[in-house]
C-alpha cells in the first residue's frame, strides 16, 4: 500500500558530504514522524535522525552538527544532509516512516536501505 524509496546513497571520502532522500507514495492520509535508520555491518540498527510532523528534530549523539534531517509534505519526502563524514559513518542507511491510511491505526514502514560508504 505504501513505498519508501530512496535515493542518494554512495561512496565518499571522509569529510565529504552526501544527501539520501526518501519518497513517500501510496496510500497516504497522512505521515507522522520519518527518520533515518543506519546498520553497519555486525551491529544493530541504530536511529539516526527523526522529524515529527511538525519539524521538531532529534539526532544521535554520533551525527549531531553534522547532520541534517528536513522534509517536503507536500513531496511525502524527507532528507538527510550528511556533511563531514566519517568512515564510521559506513553503513546501509534506511528511511522510516509512521503512516496513516485513513484515520485511525498508525502503520511503520521501512525503505529497502541504501548503501554510503565513507573512505579514509
Known amino acids: 500500500q505504501v513505498q519508501l524509496v530512496e535515493s542518494g546513497g554512495g561512496l565518499m571520502q571522509a569529510g565529504g558530504s552526501l544527501r539520501l532522500s526518501c519518497a513517500a507514495s501510496?496510500?497516504?492520509?497522512?505521515?507522522?514522524?520519518m527518520g533515518w535508520y543506519r546498520q553497519a555491518p555486525g551491529k544493530q540498527r541504530e536511529l539516526v535522525a527523526i522529524i515529527a510532523s511538525g519539524g521538531s528534530t532529534n539526532y544521535a549523539d554520533s551525527v549531531k552538527g553534522r547532520f541534517s534531517i528536513s522534509r517536503d509534505n507536500a513531496k511525502n519526502t524527507v532528507y538527510l544532509q550528511m556533511n563531514s563524514l566519517k568512515p564510521e559513518d559506513t553503513a546501509v542507511y534506511y528511511c522510516n516512516a509512521l503512516i496513516e491510511h485513513s484515520v485511525g491505526p498508525v502503520y511503520n514502514y521501512w525503505g529497502q536501505g541504501t548503501q554510503v560508504t565513507v573512505s579514509s
Open positions: 501510496g496510500s497516504i492520509f497522512s505521515i507522522n514522524a
